[in-house]
């Protein structure tokens, strides 16, 4: 009885040791820092990088996936598919899924799979964190993951507007052009410059920008300029009034650097009777001269002047010689 006894419990042991060794055999195993599945194929994405490290809304965001297999099992007809959901989407035309054939066993560093991405970020994303999902494998073993892509939007707007502008006793130029400058978005503007750039119907006598620095979200400051409203073709004053562009340039909290270009109006009315028949030439060196329609008669009368003067000593010479 024993031995029946015995025998039954050797035959179990043995029933359970064969049905636990495949399993042991397809399990992972640990080995260090290395991850091995044995006996099978084991896909494993992982989002390599983001440029730039912070999506903007309303513009693109460029994502590079690795893709390992950590199996001793190759994987036939595999794929790579990127499931589009607000915000991030691919522009029209553009496939989801990249087709990458077989992937070898053991896959791994420099014998990777490398997939990358360009998405539009929608306006409307959210900042934080926003979720995307990537599929890989093939039709008969399908995995999944999810991954964090970090949405900001790293720039300002200014609100730029004059204050105390007057005019020379000559009404020829603008002194003391007073702009002021307000950060009226929700970031810092760092290493801010203010200029007036070349542009028709103003030039700017004297130095054309001006360095704030840091201009804190909610925070303004002042800058001067030397302005000189001139008329040209296609720039006529209405009601008074000019649009004077300005720049302002600041690097964003992600380092890049970015121009927002403001039109400024400028009452120009106190200048109309000055600036009646000027235009506005360029000499040799490239600075602006004004010249009234006033101005020009003289210089042509004197011109004519100096002639008459030349002519007259021509002839009174002449008339000495033959005396003599």
Known sequence: MKMRNGLMISIVAGLLLSSVAPAMAASPVQTGSSYIAVDQTSLHATLLNQDPVSAEPGSYVNLLFKLENWGTQPMSSAAFKLVQAF????????????????????AEGSTSYFVKYKLKVDADAVKGDNQIKVQFGNSTMLSQQTFNVSVSN????????????????????????????????????YSTVVSIPDQSGFRVSGDYASIVGNLNAGDYT??????????????????????LTVDVSYTDGLGIRRTAEKQVPVDVSGFSSGLAGRTRTTTSSGTFQLFGSTGMTYIVIGIVGIAAIVLLFKFVGRKKKMKG
């Open 87 to 106: 915000p991030f989407s691919l522009d029209a035309g553009t496939d989801a899924t990249v087709q990458l054939g077989t992937i070898g066993s053991l």
């Open 154 to 189: 790293p720039r300002t707007d200014f609100d730029v507007l004059t204050q105390g502008s007057t005019s020379s006793a000559s009404a020829t130029a603008l002194t003391s052009t007073n702009l002021v400058i307000a950060n009226i978005g929700a970031n810092t503007a």
């Open 222 to 243: 002042l800058v001067s300029f030397t302005v000189v409203p001139v008329n040209e073709t296609g720039a006529p004053a209405q009601n008074g009034r000019r649009n």
